[in-house]
């Protein structure tokens, strides 16, 4: 029996406000019949230029390569090669109720110890509980609000990336 685990895949799009650069990134998830997991593929922009600047392809978690407009393919950047930092998130006992590593430790627990029906009665639980309430707020009439996040348009924008703004 293999053990289970998840790949996320989709496109991202991320700024630097202060350059005007901007990658478009896609993280393509493994076919189901062979090939490698953790691919991913895109391209960096400078504000009001059409064409790339530059093309990703590679690895996530191995080995990135650039290509220059005009230029030869490089490695952008070996991961591996860079030494690995410690997370650092505060204790479970001073986070919120709600935040990733408090709602999800019973799922957690029950993963590291093999335990994969607890774990998926967990994870349901914390599923249901959200429908639960995104169904309540839709009855009522109740907007959602996220603490960190605002909407802009259909995408939803960190509150606190703009220059000037201050950290929560």
């Known amino acids: 029996m293999s053990t289970p685990w998840i790949e996320l895949g989709g496109k991202v799009k991320v700024i630097c406000e202060k350059t005007g650069y901007y990658a478009e990134i896609e993280f393509l998830t493994k076919p189901f019949l062979g090939g490698k997991p953790h691919k991913i593929s895109g391209s ?6 059409k064409k790339p600047v530059m093309t990703l392809k590679g690895v996530w978690n191995n080995v990135i390569f650039a290509k220059p407009f005009r230029g030869d393919e490089c490695t952008f950047v070996d991961v591996k090669a860079k030494p690995e930092v410690p997370k650092e998130c505060e204790p479970i006992a001073k986070q919120g109720d709600r935040e990733s590593r408090k709602l999800w430790r019973h799922v957690t627990c029950a993963l590291f110890r093999n335990k994969i029906d607890t774990a998926t009665s967990a994870k349901v639980w914390i599923e249901q509980r959200q429908r639960d309430e995104a169904q309540r707020r839709q009855q009522t009439g109740k907007e959602f609000h996220p ?5 802009d348009g259909e995408n939803w924008i960190y509150k606190y990336s703009l220059e000037g703004r201050k950290e929560p």
Request: charged fraction near 55%.
């Open 147 to 151: 603490k960190l996040f605002e909407r």
């Open 44 to 49: 960096i922009f400078k504000r009001d230029i």
